[in-house]
């Protein structure tokens, strides 16, 4: 396939006073280009993507395309098992003064360095992370939203790609349930929306307190910031301790609360440490209930805990970067309580099958965004949001920004939201079934029954063995299994023992599969166990 514009349909050949001798060939005898010695430069702006050169642009990216398609239906394995010191060299190599002049010849050298040896989510045995298949009407977003290139920041800089983001983000609101009021913006990820919700609970609260005690008090916002605190469980994501930092807030301003053993937070212990708070003179200015925790994908109580906030006047940040899926699954009722949220995270790059960045803030009152409205001369003054001009950067925390939304709106109105829940419910019926089976092996032990589709367990040597070998054996069988490339899966800790993790996003995933990479654990636990000292030599 050719990678240059069919000569006849390229202008740019003939325009371009500087067009190469490469280039010329190429372009008069129709050559593949990777045929002949590439070296010369073309004409810089041929790569310039415009209406002179856009059969040059389908030429290149289908070629790309036919090699990701060559790839994906090759893997027979989620990784080659390389190594980093394997790999380094490699990338180390490439000489970055020396381009190729030649995008075969570049794909060629990135099937070296980095198509050969990728982690493949979509095959069936990567049981890892929260990194999700990803479905091909978002492929097809991904490649429009690249090319148009639009920016949301401004509608000057996006018009149409404005209205569907506002769009999608009304659509979910909707589903969540958070009333009229609701509004939202698309960001980078679940950490970036957990670290603005973050900062408007944090400016609310100081807005509340200001108010509060400025008839009576000087209080200044100084004084009220070392008072904050944010309520989290102990089972949820570290981007509330990093957010909290971030909004320049003591690691002392994250009250970690227990959780029972079905890894959902104690409401309790939660009542408890807010009426602390009451006593001790500070101010709640969040709780966070997490629907889905990364390890356990364990649903917070959210109707309680929205009680709690309701009667403690604390902001309610809802983060389902996992279980927002449940959205639009049969199993909408696990998220009974969220529509009482101040705030939501939605991750649509793991629960809606989206490529990554895709995710979003959801918020109940459209006035609270105004924490991050601040105003440029040049980009979006004041007067445009009088006129009513939709400027999303003035609900952002970023300014030029990605029209990641186009990825959602593809998928749900290729497919649409009940077929993507039904993937979603697939992967929550294995995990169920995948439980079953690890329940049933006497090799191994699992913590929590799942609500969603993750799968924490371990490899048990044998009850007289002692805690340190097992931590070993697992950590070992983990590598292991990671170095052969055979299936890729997680590992945790809980209680301060070493675990395992499955995290099932993949329908394609068979519990025959699942099966296959237990046994294989076990070989390499096996394996690893049968080089250690008798049991009764062995430290305890
Ligand atoms: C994955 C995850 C996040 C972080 O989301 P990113 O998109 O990785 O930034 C936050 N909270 C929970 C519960 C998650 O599982």
Known sequence: MSLLAHPAEDPSTTRTTGATHHARVSAATGEDPAESPASEPADSRTYLLNNGTAERYRGAVTESVERVTAKIAATDRPFTGISVDGLTPAVAAIDLEA?????????????????????????????????????????VGEAVLSAVNSSLDTWDQSAGGTLI????????????????????????????????????????????ELTREGARTAARRADVLPRLRILTSECSHFSIQKSATLLGMGPESVISVRCDENRRIRTTDLAAELARCHRDGLIPMAVVATAGTTDFGSIDPLPEIADLCARHDAWMHVDAAYGCGLLVSRRRELLTGIERADSVTVDYHKSFFQPVSSSAILVRDHATLRHVTYHADYLNPRRMAEKRIPNQVDKSIQTTRRFDALKLWLTLRTMGAKAVGELFDEVIDRAADAWKLLHDDPRFEVVVEPQLSTLVFRYVPSADRDPQLSDRVNLHAREALFASGDAIVAGTVVDGRHYLKFTLLNPETTLEDIATVLDLIAEHAGSYLAEQPEPALSAR
Do not use: K
């Open 99 to 139: 381009p190729l002049h030649d995008p075969a010849a570049a794909l060629d050298e990135l099937e070296d360095v980095y198509l050969r040896d990728a982690v493949y989510f979509h095959h069936p045995r990567y049981l890892a992370h929260l990194n999700c298949p990803v479905v091909i009407p978002a492929l």
């Open 165 to 208: 983001e506002r769009r999608l983000i009304d659509w979910t609101a909707r589903r969540i349930g958070l009333g009229e009021r609701a509004d939202g913006i698309f960001t980078s990820g679940g950490s970036q929306s957990n670290l603005q919700a973050m900062l408007l609970a944090r400016d609310e609260a100081c807005r509340r």
